[in-house]
Structures are given as C-alpha cells and as structure tokens.
C-alpha cells in the first residue's frame, strides 16, 4: 500500500467509528426520557417506549374480575367511574397502594358494608410509575 492509501484507510476507518458512535448516543439520548423519574408525565412517549398499556393492566392485574369487565362496578366491588371527583393521580396512586389507609371517611364504611366480604388488594408491588399511568386511566373515566 502507498503512503496515501493507508492514510484514506485510516480515515475511512476512523470516519466508519464516529458514524456508529454518534448513533449509539444518539439512540441513548431518546431513550434516556422515558425512564425519567417524573412518573408518567411523558405519558404516550413513555408507554411506547416501555410498551405499558394502561388499560391493559387493568385487565392483566385482574381489576375487571371485582370491578366488572367494563369497571362499571359488579356486586363485588364499586364502578371506577368518576373517579376524578374524589381523587387526584398522587391520592389514587396511594390508594391503590394502600388502600387500607382509606376507610375512615362515609363512603368507605358504605363500601365495607356493600362489599362486605371482598377486600380490594394493595397493588404496592407494582412499578410506581405503571400505578401512576393506572390512575391516570382511571381518573379519565367519566
Ligand atoms: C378482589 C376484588 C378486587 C380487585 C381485584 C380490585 N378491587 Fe378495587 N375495590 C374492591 C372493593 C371491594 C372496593 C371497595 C372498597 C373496599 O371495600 O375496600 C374497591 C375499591 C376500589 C377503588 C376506590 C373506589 C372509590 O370510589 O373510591 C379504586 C380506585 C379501585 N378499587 C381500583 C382498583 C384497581 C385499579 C384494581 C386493579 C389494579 C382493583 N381495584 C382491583 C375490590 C377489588
């Protein structure tokens, strides 16, 4: 090879390197949002980027079996429509957390006494930020 030759290699190499670089940063940087802390607040580029579905989850965590297939609420457990009334996203995430901590207000002893024998089940295993899109789902149910 001539002087010339190994010197358009090593460029051709070197130039080959940076293309890759600046796309393995690049893929980097769009990832890097959506696992930001700020739970849900990138909602649509968030699930698409960790392929949660919300309203999937609700079937996957086995909600629609007290709260009916449509949560319109059965003789199990109550509707999860008009939520928004009584919940903020931070409240309802807590709530599905810990819902225990909840039954010292009217509506809740109604509960007890409607659903006698059901418990609705704390959910404080689940990903913070999937119980925040959770809620937001439900808070959207009108
Ligand atoms: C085993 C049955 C059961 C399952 C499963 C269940 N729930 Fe419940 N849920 C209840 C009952 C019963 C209540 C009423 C409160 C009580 O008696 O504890 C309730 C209450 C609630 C409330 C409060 C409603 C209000 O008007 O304040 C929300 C919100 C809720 N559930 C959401 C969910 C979500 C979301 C899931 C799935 C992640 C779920 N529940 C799964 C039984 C269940």
Redesign the pocket.
């Known amino acids: 090879m001539t002087k010339t030759q190994i010197w358009s290699t090593i460029f051709l190499v070197l130039f080959i390197a940076l293309f890759f670089l600046h796309k393995a940063t690049k893929e980097d940087a769009t990832v890097k949002p959506a696992m930001g802390e700020n739970y849900g607040d990138t909602q649509t580029q968030e699930s698409t980027a960790t392929g949660f579905s919300a309203e999937e989850?609700?079937v996957n965590?086995?909600?629609?079996?007290?709260?009916g297939q449509d949560?319109r609420g059965t003789q199990?457990?109550?509707?999860?429509y008009?939520?928004s009334e009584?919940?903020d996203r931070d409240k309802?995430t807590n709530?599905?957390r810990n819902?225990?901590s909840?039954?010292d207000s009217d509506?809740?002893r109604e509960?007890?006494q409607?659903?006698k024998n059901?418990?609705?089940?704390a959910?404080n295993n689940?990903d913070i930020k999937e119980l925040g899109k959770?809620?937001d789902y439900?808070l959207g149910l009108q």
């Open positions: 989850a609700v965590w086995g909600c629609n079996t007290c709260h949560l199990m457990a109550p509707p999860l008009g939520l009584f919940y309802l709530y599905l819902p225990n909840f039954m509506r809740f509960f007890k409607k659903y059901i418990v609705m089940p959910y689940k959770v809620a439900l």
